[in-house]
């Protein structure tokens, strides 16, 4: 059955780390686009133009959706990689390095997802 990978050969713990990284992007898209208070202040914080927060909340969506369409796994994963650079950044720049630790785990994770959605020659 072909709905793990592009080539089916990913097995169940890539599946399982798509879904669980689609549904946090999706949670934490869904904060952002409700207008959660504490986010639009953190965005406001960081300097950023409250534009920014619903820009990166759509693409946290695109992102998350890809991430279910086996062909649009590596796209997405790329897109989403981006976004949580940004976050890293950003964190590293403004808050206490712990901020810094929850994007950099999630980009292992997404590492691990590029790696092995990687077309094979």
Known sequence: MQILTRNGDGGWMILALRLL???FFLFMAGKNLAGDQAMAADFARWGYPPWFRVATACLQTVGALCLLVPALVLPGALLLTCIL?????THLRFDPLQAA???AVFLVLM????VSSWPKP
């Open 85 to 89: 650079g940004g976050a890293a950044i």
């Open 111 to 114: 590492g691990c997802l590029i």
């Open 101 to 103: 630790i929850s994007p």
């Open 21 to 23: 990284l689609a549904v």
